[in-house]
Nanobody
Framework: QVQMAESGGGLVQAGDSFRLSCVAS????????VAWFRQPPGKEREFVAA???????YYSESVKGRATISRDNAKNTVYLQMNNLNSEDTAVYFC???????????????????WGQGTQVTVSR
């Protein structure tokens, strides 16, 4: 029912920044919690950030202080801004959305119903 599409990935230099975008289809976007996950090479998918319908935001310890998640409901878009990138940020970044996720499950990938295909971010040293 909901289609997600990430963009903004690519090759960046260590110390630089990126801003990823996730555009969702459908008229009920404002009712969804949206999150970013990432999967580094050879590792499991991990939580990065999430934003609730209230615009309360949550971050993993690894990106706290460097990342900002935001949303523009009029554009059906969620953004992930991350600064001071390092090689550990290299990963495929996914956006995910769910309408009924509870706060205690917000960091759990399996709790999200809708996923994008991912966008590759590669940070060169």
């Amino acid at each position: 029912q909901v289609q997600m599409a990430e963009s903004g990935g690519g090759l960046v230099q260590a110390g630089d920044s990126f801003r990823l975008s996730c555009v969702a289809s459908g008229p009920t976007f404002k009712r969804y919690t949206v999150a970013w996950f990432r999967q580094p090479p050879g590792k499991e998918r991990e939580f990065v950030a999430a934003i609730r319908t209230s615009r309360h935001d949550y971050y993993s310890e690894s990106v706290k202080g460097r990342a900002t998640i935001s949303r523009d409901n009029a554009k059906n878009t969620v953004y992930l801004q991350m600064n001071n990138l390092n090689s550990e940020d290299t990963a495929v970044y996914f956006c995910a959305a769910d309408q009924s996720i509870i706060l205690s499950s917000i960091r759990i990938a399996g709790q999200y119903d809708y996923w994008g295909q991912g966008t590759q971010v590669t940070v060169s040293r």
